[in-house]
């Protein structure tokens, strides 16, 4: 729950109810939603300075208002380079520096047209200058000094002892530390239990109304269930009110049940977001071997996956297959990739050319690399917080040991996945990307600077060529050239296989009839619960 350095779509739902965000998304027309600012910014004709005169009624806890000055702290202190937020880094580029004119007018000025200008906003909550930074340290940097390669942070004795303190656990797991604007605070956290939020008292949002200035629940309690059984029984016994987050499987069962379909409603909701199976193209050689280094032995690896068991016995048949990152309703896809399809015979061949025989005849492939031989076993990472990930797992290990490939399931709790994937502790791992209606921007997924940094371009994929084109598109605007750029650069992303792309992802839905104001929609979280208005006792 780091105001910076926090990464989880978990995280990402909180924000919504315990800070304040510049712009905000506005769900129900996929537009951007002012919440700070009074209004969309105004933007000079050269297109590269914002101008956003900021609401005058903002307060933090401590009931000062929230200025520009503020705004300023809250992005210069994510670009800082010691501030370990590198997935967040690269959106902030195109900003060059923010001019604060009054406590209620800043101006952005940006370095080229990025094509996320409008949208990055939205991204990054605002925080308390004065609170986490009492002696206003960072005002004596700019933004160029932070974004210039040379600039040696770790040499300034007082700004890496402001990044030490700013990057201290304690705001991100810590409820006292964990502060913010929005209408709610977190009350308790039990760790891998539940999170318990609580409408504050006094607060600047009484009176008003708004997506995120509604706050009718005065207690919101997140509950952590990987039980299948129990998150059923849960539900049918009303011990739940709702959930943006259930398994294929259970919410077909329950939407099955009489009992459960009189007190509930619910709904399958496409999403911009994909399942996907990455794999390291960088290994070590020592830790992780060099087993998917070229692209024929990735390709094999994408033809052995049962698409069509997983999407029948995990997916349930609800999910569609995808052939590229980018969301099929978007202008930018590119719809001249096919799907792969499971093909054993073609992955054996294609392994053969990619020079893996079985040399000993222990039913193992095998080739010699670095002057050594080297078995086609690895292990295969996947969340056992998600338990249709351990069904996927399990399934791919069998159809690949068809072809003397050896996958060994690796199931971890969420922390030590997310820190193996972001260091490249891997071989081969099952995750998710959660999308957004915006234009992409994939520098973070898939510049070579985010595998450096440890960003999100886990598995090591691009080159010179391909970073040229991610950096054109960045500052290429909508339309017919940016489409062309985009689909050029699926098509190397298809050829190079750095990932299986696997299904788009439809959110389930669930909320009891008991509340009012139900909309649901199609960016994630999917469902904002301070919206969720009592109208009435549970039915019997």
Same mark, same amino acid.
């Given at each position: 729950?780091?105001?910076?350095?926090?990464?989880?779509?978990?995280?990402?739902?909180?924000?919504?109810?315990?800070?304040?965000?510049?712009?905000?998304?506005?769900?129900?027309?996929?537009?951007?939603?002012?919440?700070?600012?009074?209004?969309?910014?105004?933007?000079?004709?050269?297109?590269?300075?914002?101008?956003?005169?900021?609401?005058?009624?903002?307060?933090?806890?401590?009931? &000062?208002?929230?200025?520009?000055?503020?705004?300023?702290?809250?992005?210069?202190?994510?670009?800082?380079?010691?501030?370990?937020?590198?997935?967040?880094?690269?959106?902030? $580029?195109?900003?060059?520096?923010?001019?604060? =004119?009054?406590?209620?007018? =800043?101006?952005?000025?940006?370095?080229?047209?990025?094509?996320?200008?409008?949208?990055?906003?939205?991204?990054?909550?605002?925080?308390?200058?004065?609170?986490?930074?009492?002696?206003?340290?960072?005002?004596?940097?700019?933004?160029?000094?932070?974004?210039?390669?040379?600039?040696?942070?770790?040499?300034?004795?007082?700004?890496?002892?402001?990044?030490?303190?700013?990057?201290?656990?304690?705001?991100?797991?810590?409820?006292?530390?964990?502060?913010?604007?929005?209408?709610?605070?977190?009350?308790?956290? $039990? &760790?891998?239990?539940?999170?318990?939020? =609580?409408?504050?008292?006094?607060?600047?949002? $009484?009176?008003?109304?708004?997506?995120?200035?509604?706050?009718?629940?005065?207690?919101?309690?997140?509950?952590?269930?990987?039980?299948?059984?129990?998150?059923?029984?849960?539900?049918?016994?009303?011990?739940?009110?709702?959930?943006?987050?259930?398994?294929?499987?259970?919410?077909?069962?329950?939407?099955?049940?009489?009992?459960?379909?009189?007190?509930?409603?619910?709904?399958?909701?496409?999403?911009?977001?994909?399942?996907?199976?990455?794999?390291?193209?960088?290994?070590?050689?020592?830790?992780?071997?060099?087993?998917?280094?070229?692209?024929?032995?990735?390709?094999?690896?994408?033809?052995?996956?049962?698409?069509?068991?997983?999407?029948?016995? =995990?997916?349930?048949?609800?999910?569609?297959?995808?052939?590229?990152?980018?969301?099929?309703?978007?202008?930018?896809?590119?719809?001249?990739?096919?799907?792969?399809?499971?093909?054993?015979?073609?992955?054996?061949?294609?392994?053969?050319?990619?020079?893996?025989?079985? &040399?000993?005849?222990?039913?193992?492939?095998?080739?010699?690399?670095?002057?050594?031989?080297?078995?086609?076993?690895?292990?295969?990472?996947?969340?056992?917080?998600?338990?249709?990930?351990?069904?996927?797992?399990?399934?791919?290990?069998?159809?690949?040991?068809?072809?003397?490939?050896?996958?060994?399931?690796?199931?971890?709790?969420?922390?030590?996945?997310?820190?193996?994937?972001?260091?490249?502790?891997?071989?081969?791992?099952?995750?998710?990307?959660?999308?957004?209606?915006?234009?992409?921007?994939?520098?973070?997924?898939?510049?070579?600077?985010?595998?450096?940094?440890?960003?999100?371009?886990?598995?090591?994929?691009?080159?010179?060529?391909?970073?040229?084109?991610?950096?054109?598109?960045?500052?290429?605007?909508?339309?017919?050239?940016?489409?062309?750029?985009?689909?050029?650069?699926?098509?190397?992303?298809?050829?190079?296989?750095?990932?299986?792309?696997?299904?788009?992802?439809?959110?389930?839905?669930?909320?009891?009839?008991?509340?009012?104001?139900?909309?649901?929609?199609? $960016?994630?979280?999917?469902?904002?619960?301070?919206?969720?208005?009592?109208?009435?006792?549970?039915?019997?």
């Amino acid at each position: 729950m780091h105001p910076t350095n926090g990464n989880t779509a978990q995280r990402q739902e909180i924000t919504l109810y315990t800070q304040v965000f510049l712009t905000n998304t506005d769900f129900k027309k996929l537009d951007l939603y002012p919440q700070l600012a009074a209004s969309k910014p105004e933007i000079s004709a050269d297109g590269l300075e914002y101008t956003y005169t900021l609401k005058d009624y903002l307060k933090w806890d401590d009931g &000062s208002l929230i200025t520009a000055e503020d705004v300023a702290f809250s992005f210069k202190a994510n670009v800082c380079p010691l501030v370990n937020n590198p997935h967040a880094k690269p959106y902030l $580029e195109s900003i060059k520096d923010i001019k604060v =004119v009054s406590p209620t007018k =800043v101006i952005f000025v940006m370095r080229d047209n990025y094509v996320q200008n409008l949208y990055i906003m939205t991204d990054f909550p605002l925080m308390q200058r004065a609170y986490f930074d009492k002696d206003n340290l960072l005002a004596n940097y700019t933004f160029d000094q932070f974004l210039d390669k040379k600039f040696v942070a770790d040499k300034d004795a007082k700004l890496k002892a402001w990044a030490a303190e700013f990057n201290s656990p304690k705001y991100g797991h810590t409820p006292e530390d964990i502060v913010g604007a929005g209408p709610y605070k977190i009350e308790s956290w $039990e &760790s891998g239990q539940t999170i318990t939020l =609580v409408k504050k008292k006094n607060h600047w949002s $009484e009176g008003k109304t708004g997506l995120f200035e509604n706050a009718f629940p005065d207690k919101i309690i997140y509950k952590i269930n990987t039980d299948l059984n129990s998150t059923k029984l849960e539900f049918l016994n009303q011990v739940y009110d709702g959930t943006a987050s259930i398994d294929i499987k259970t919410m077909l069962e329950l939407k099955e049940d009489p009992k459960f379909v009189k007190h509930f409603n619910y709904k399958f909701m496409d999403t911009y977001n994909y399942t996907y199976i990455g794999m390291n193209m960088k290994p070590d050689g020592v830790k992780h071997s060099k087993i998917f280094t070229d692209a024929k032995t990735r390709r094999a690896m994408a033809l052995l996956i049962p698409y069509n068991d997983i999407n029948t016995i =995990v997916n349930k048949n609800i999910y569609n297959r995808i052939a590229t990152p980018v969301s099929k309703w978007k202008d930018d896809c590119n719809k001249d990739l096919k799907l792969i399809e499971t093909n054993l015979e073609e992955a054996k061949k294609l392994l053969a050319e990619a020079g893996w025989k079985d &040399s000993d005849g222990d039913q193992v492939l095998d080739k010699i690399v670095d002057g050594k031989k080297l078995d086609f076993r690895f292990k295969i990472n996947y969340m056992t917080t998600t338990p249709a990930w351990e069904t996927t797992a399990k399934l791919i290990s069998e159809s690949m040991r068809k072809a003397n490939v050896v996958a060994e399931l690796n199931g971890l709790e969420f922390g030590t996945f997310i820190t193996g994937i972001t260091t490249h502790d891997f071989d081969m791992m099952i995750s998710s990307v959660t999308g957004s209606a915006g234009p992409d921007d994939f520098k973070q997924l898939w510049h070579t600077e985010s595998w450096i940094t440890n960003g999100s371009n886990n598995v090591g994929f691009g080159n010179a060529k391909t970073d040229a084109i991610i950096e054109k598109l960045r500052i290429t605007p909508l339309g017919e050239e940016r489409n062309k750029l985009s689909k050029e650069l699926q098509q190397i992303i298809y050829d190079e296989q750095p990932c299986i792309f696997m299904f788009g992802q439809k959110r389930r839905v669930i909320m009891h009839k008991r509340f009012g104001n139900q909309e649901y929609y199609y $960016e994630k979280p999917g469902i904002l619960l301070n919206n969720m208005k009592l109208i009435s006792a549970s039915p019997n």
